[in-house]
C-alpha cells in the first residue's frame, strides 16, 4: 500500500507551548488529508479534513485556532497544537488519500504535555 | 452517541481456529463499511471493506459479511494466525461522497500459539 510518514512518532512539549505535526504522503499525491485523535481505550475521533490549497475543515468542538491545520502542498499537511496544556495529551494521527482509493495512515504521533 | 459500536473489547482464539470480530452502526445513511488492524504506536493499516450493495467481500484469509437490515458486519479471519493479533477498529462511511470516517472503539484480538 502507499505510505503515510508522520513526524515526529512521540514528543514532550512543556506547557504553553506549540508543537506541530507533519504528516507527508510519500509516495503519491494525497488530494485529502485528515487528522485524527485518539484517546487510551477510545475510538479514533477525526478532527479535520484538509484539502490542497484550502483551509481545513473542523469537526464540532475542535477548535480551529488551537489546532492549526496546514496543507501546504499534495504531499504535506502539518498540525500545530498551540498553547499546549496538559489535556492535549494524545495520540495523533494523520491519514491521506486519494481520488477513489482508501485513505493510509502516518503511524501516529504520541504527544505529551508536562 | 456512538454510531459505530464495536462491543467487545479483546477476543481470544487459538492459532488455526476462527477469529469473528464483530461491528454495529445506527446511522442508515453509511454505505461503506471497512475494517483496519493497529499495532501499538502505529497508525492503523486498511484490511478490507465492503460497500452496502454487498453482503461479503472476501480476501484471503479475510472475510466481511454486512447485514444491513440488522446494521451489523463483521470480520472473519480464518485461520487465525499470532500474527493476526492486534486491534482492529469497524470504520464506516457515509452517502454523498463524504469522505469522513467513523470508527468504532475496536476489539483487541489475541490469537495464542
Known amino acids: 500500500g502507499a505510505v503515510v510518514s508522520q513526524h515526529p512518532s512521540w514528543v514532550i512539549c512543556k506547557s504553553g507551548t506549540s508543537v506541530k505535526i507533519e504528516c507527508r504522503s510519500l509516495d503519491f499525491q494525497a488530494t485529502t488529508m485528515f487528522w485524527y485523535r485518539q484517546f487510551p481505550k477510545q475510538s479514533l475521533m477525526l478532527m479535520a479534513t484538509?484539502?490542497?490549497?484550502?483551509?481545513?475543515?473542523?469537526e464540532q468542538g475542535v477548535e480551529k485556532d488551537k489546532f492549526l491545520i496546514n496543507h501546504a502542498s499534495l504531499t504535506l499537511s502539518t498540525l500545530t497544537v498551540t498553547s499546549a496544556h496538559p489535556e492535549d495529551s494524545s495520540f495523533y494521527i494523520c491519514?491521506?488519500?486519494?481520488?477513489?482509493?482508501?485513505?493510509?495512515f502516518g503511524q501516529g504521533t504520541r504527544l505529551t504535555v508536562v | 452517541d456512538q454510531q459505530v459500536k464495536q462491543n467487545s473489547p479483546s477476543l481470544s482464539v487459538q492459532e488455526g481456529r476462527i477469529s469473528i470480530l464483530n461491528c454495529d452502526y445506527t446511522n442508515s445513511m453509511f454505505d461503506y463499511f471497512l475494517w483496519y488492524k493497529k499495532y501499538p504506536a502505529e497508525g492503523p493499516t486498511f484490511l478490507i471493506s465492503i460497500s452496502s450493495i454487498k453482503d461479503k467481500n472476501e480476501d484471503g484469509r479475510f472475510t466481511v459479511f454486512l447485514n444491513k437490515s440488522a446494521k451489523h458486519l463483521s470480520l472473519h479471519i480464518v485461520p487465525s494466525q499470532p500474527g493476526d493479533s492486534a486491534v482492529y477498529f469497524c470504520a464506516a462511511k457515509g452517502q454523498g461522497g463524504s469522505e469522513k470516517l467513523v470508527f468504532g472503539k475496536g476489539t483487541k484480538l489475541t490469537v495464542n500459539p
Open positions: 491519514s491521506a488519500k486519494q481520488a477513489n482509493t482508501e485513505a493510509f
Open positions: 484538509s484539502n490542497e490549497g484550502s483551509k481545513a475543515t473542523y
